[in-house]
């Protein structure tokens, strides 16, 4: 017999999407809004563009201004849905960024911070919300990795380490988790433009242009993976064959991503112009 899907479930259904105020998380919230019984949980740091985000979505939705690194913000998450809920049938496990640098440059602390937020928080808030969620089964874990989590490319190799880190533990979790009725989904997008991943030097190239996707697209992956227990997507489809290949021909494709021609791939990244304009304030700030 096949799987439950949470389209067939109860007539009230909870989801909670982190990483919710921009990009893709924003995307997600909107898409499912257009389910039936729906109320939302959104998390992320921006407390005002979530409050924005709630007021315009025609469905229950509750906000949680929350750092996701934060020590106390498994804990937190859990108090704001036992508060409210009473059950949690999808959990989107969106939140991420990357900072791009090689690691001669960037070193063990890029890495760290990068797989704490990436990977640690996701495993920290999934440990707060697993108990919930298979109480409320058939219920979803949906983990977005990316197209990163299976080609790692020149400097973005603390990324792809968060992200190839979040795939082998979602391949075990699903096995683990089956049995209680919580199926865990894994979404892999490539190129999404966003704030977080504009992909403004791909986008500004007609040569480039047709390899960035949209957040609606990536929404409706999330959807198939959790609502319809899809195992996995690739965002767009076609960046699974680039995977394929990997496998198949390693060597080959390391030599391609180490040409030069590959280095248009690495763009740069919301977090890389947050961390430049904090330097130019800390700049400004020093000369006063």
């Avoid at 921009?22 to 992320?44: H, N």
């Avoid at 960035?212 to 965002?235: F, H, M």
């Amino acid at each position: 017999m096949p799987e439950p899907t949470l389209e067939g479930g109860p007539d009230r259904r909870i989801a909670l999407v982190t990483g919710a105020s921009s990009g893709i998380g924003e995307a997600t919230a909107r898409r499912l809004a257009r389910e039936p019984g729906i109320e939302l949980v959104l998390v992320a740091r921006r407390e005002e563009r979530l409050s924005s985000l709630a007021e315009s979505l025609a469905v229950p939705a509750t906000c949680l201004a929350l750092d996701l690194t934060d020590a106390d913000a498994p804990e937190r998450a859990l108090e704001h849905l036992s508060a409210r809920h009473d059950r949690l049938d999808l959990l989107v496990n969106n939140a991420g960024a990357s900072w791009r640098a090689s690691f001669a440059d960037g070193g063990y602390e890029n890495v760290r911070r990068t797989m704490e937020l990436n990977f640690d928080s996701v495993v920290r808030l999934t440990e707060a919300l697993l108990p919930l969620l298979r109480a409320s089964a058939p219920s979803a874990i949906v983990n977005v990795s990316s197209t990163a989590g299976r080609v790692a490319r020149a400097g973005a190799g603390a990324y792809s380490a968060s992200k190839f880190a979040l795939a082998g533990w979602s391949d075990a979790l699903y096995a683990e988790e089956r049995a209680h009725g919580v199926h865990v989904g894994l979404v892999l997008p490539g190129f999404v433009a966003t704030e977080g991943f504009p992909a403004a030097e791909l986008r500004e190239r007609a040569l480039t242009r047709w390899v960035v996707s949209t957040p609606e697209r990536a929404a409706e992956a999330i959807l198939d993976a959790g609502l319809r227990r899809t195992p996995e997507r690739y965002v767009p489809r076609p960046y699974g064959l680039i995977a394929a290949l990997r496998a198949i021909a390693p060597g080959l494709v390391r030599r391609v991503l180490a040409g030069g021609a590959a280095e248009v791939m690495t763009t740069s990244t919301g977090a890389d112009a947050a961390d430049l304009r904090e330097a130019g304030k800390q700049s400004n700030g020093e000369r006063a």
